[in-house]
């Protein structure tokens, strides 16, 4: 076939069979299409994670890229998993809530601790993306201000007003805090 | 979300020919931060049988400076602009439109050619299916608009026809202060358009087998005092209720040339001559400014619920051209 007949079949865009995904270390090849275990086209990077790998930790909430409850690292930065189509995260490494303990002790991550210890939640609902935002800020700048705090986590909402609990809890560890 | 099919693209050539085979069934995706809030909204009344990933054509995100302009691949980040040196020395008002622009997560993922794209907030308009939309109406085809005798405190003061929903774009504003160009590629070969005219009452330019590739910008030898304002009620979330772009040159006290531009006050950026022209050749006083200011909205023509949105574009006018920073 020639390129140009190639193109009038409708093939020279190259639709996938499956894709790779790396979530919190663990690599996992998933089909796509419709049934258990696969990954349909429409599927979210939310839906993906937590229907199809059963990682709940990972929180929809709005569903519509509003309130940064979904927020997950992907590839170094923060984005809203509920606003991304798994099929095209293929070949990215993405880190859950799940992935930030220390895998062989269990231990918490001292940022996850810090939430704990500053009590930064009551319902607890968007705690996940705080912590993912605030995360994927620490890992760029480990020592942000306070500014550069609420500037990283003004994508996530908390309907329970623990901001500023939140913005401690984060300051605690940015090496700066208290 | 409903079904579709999905594909990569790895050319330009290729998407558009497939853009053309599937005669409007099929929708370009880049950051999607738009588009996928419109299929899971589903009010629309065509639902994309196929959606062609664009994130995988290389090479279209270059911000470069090329003899006589800056060129920006609609593929670049709208994180990659906030971080740009090059932006920041001479084309400042882009990184502070490109800052206002939603949250940090969605600056991370949207694209510039998808700013430009997307399809307006009009709440009639995107009133979605699942809580007993979709809503019809002119743009969709039929009907008339909802807003002119609904609510319509987010909508046109001035431009609007059949349509009065605005243009939701920032980057749009900013690009039009800087006379920015959209390259556009489709099955004919390549053409451009000025960026405040891309933008239509019922929708853009685009044919439905073209895409655009990059945005072309006169380089500028002098940064100018550049500045980006938006008023929102809630920062990340919010689109701009209006926002202003300018561009001031001020030699000894004397402005010397304005550009100035608003937006989302019309269903396109809206580029005020008749202000600009008050202003240069005369010393920048808070008089002065004002003047300009209500030259800017004196051909506003608001309709039943946002009159108040041409006194926040005169202020925005006035801060913007005497520097303020929001």
């Known amino acids: ?178 | 979300m409903r079904s579709f099919t999905h594909f990569d693209a790895y050319s330009i050539e290729d998407t558009c020919t497939a853009l053309g085979q599937y005669k409007g069934r099929a929708q370009l995706k880049a950051g999607g931060s738009d588009l996928l809030s419109i299929l899971k909204g589903d009010f629309l009344p065509d639902y994309p049988e196929v959606i062609i990933n664009i994130k995988t054509i290389p090479g279209l995100d270059y911000i470069k400076e090329d003899g006589d302009f800056l060129r920006i691949g609609a593929l670049v980040r709208l994180i990659e602009m906030v971080r740009s040196p090059l932006l920041s020395h001479k084309y400042s008002v882009l990184v502070k439109a490109a800052h206002t622009v939603a949250s940090p997560q969605i600056r991370n993922v949207a694209t510039l050619g998808g700013n430009l794209c997307q399809d307006t907030r009009c709440w009639y308009y995107r009133y979605p299916r699942s809580m007993g939309g979709p809503l019809q109406c002119l743009r969709k085809g039929s009907g008339s608009c909802l807003a002119v005798k609904g609510d319509n405190r987010y909508h046109a003061i001035m431009g609007g026809k059949k349509c009065f929903a605005v243009c939701p774009s920032d980057m749009a504003v900013a690009l039009a202060c800087l006379d920015g160009r959209l390259i556009i590629a489709g099955p004919r070969g390549e053409r451009n358009v000025a960026v405040a005219d891309f933008f239509y009452p019922l929708g853009n330019d685009l044919a439905e087998d073209e895409m655009i590739t990059e945005i072309e910008i006169p380089a500028r030898r002098n940064p100018a005092q550049q500045n980006f304002l938006k008023f929102t009620l809630r920062k990340p979330i919010d689109f701009a209720i209006v926002s202003v772009a300018s561009v001031i040159s001020i030699e000894k006290g004397v402005c010397t040339d304005a550009r100035i531009v608003l937006g989302a006050v019309a269903p396109f950026p809206v580029r005020v001559r008749a202000a600009e022209e008050l202003l240069i050749g005369k010393p920048v006083s808070e008089e002065i400014v004002m003047s300009a200011a209500d030259e800017a909205l004196a051909g506003s023509k608001p309709l039943s619920k946002n009159a108040y949105k041409v006194q926040i574009a005169k202020t925005l006018v006035k801060r913007a051209v005497m520097g303020s920073t929001d």
């Open chain 1, 1 to 178: 076939m020639t390129r140009q007949e190639k193109k009038f079949s409708g093939s020279a865009l190259e639709g996938k069979h499956h894709i790779n995904l790396t979530v919190n270390g663990q690599l996992y090849e998933l089909a796509i299409g419709t049934g258990a275990g696969k990954v349909n086209p429409s599927d979210t990077l939310s839906f993906t994670l937590r229907e199809t790998l059963g990682l709940t930790g990972t929180k929809v909430s709005c569903d519509s890229g509003a309130c940064g409850g979904c927020t997950v690292i992907m590839d170094g930065r923060a984005v809203l998993s509920c606003m991304l189509l798994s099929i095209e995260c293929d070949e990215k490494e993405i880190t859950t809530i799940e992935g930030l303990k220390n895998p062989k002790t269990g231990e918490l991550d001292p940022l996850q601790q810090s939430f704990i210890d500053h009590t930064a939640f009551q319902c607890g609902f968007c705690t996940p993306g705080m912590i993912m935002s605030s995360k994927a800020l620490l890992n760029d700048n480990p020592s942000p201000t306070e500014e550069e705090v609420k500037e990283a986590l003004s994508g996530n909402f908390c309907r329970c007003i623990s901001h500023y609990q939140i913005v401690r809890a984060v300051m605690a560890v940015s090496g700066k805090g208290k």
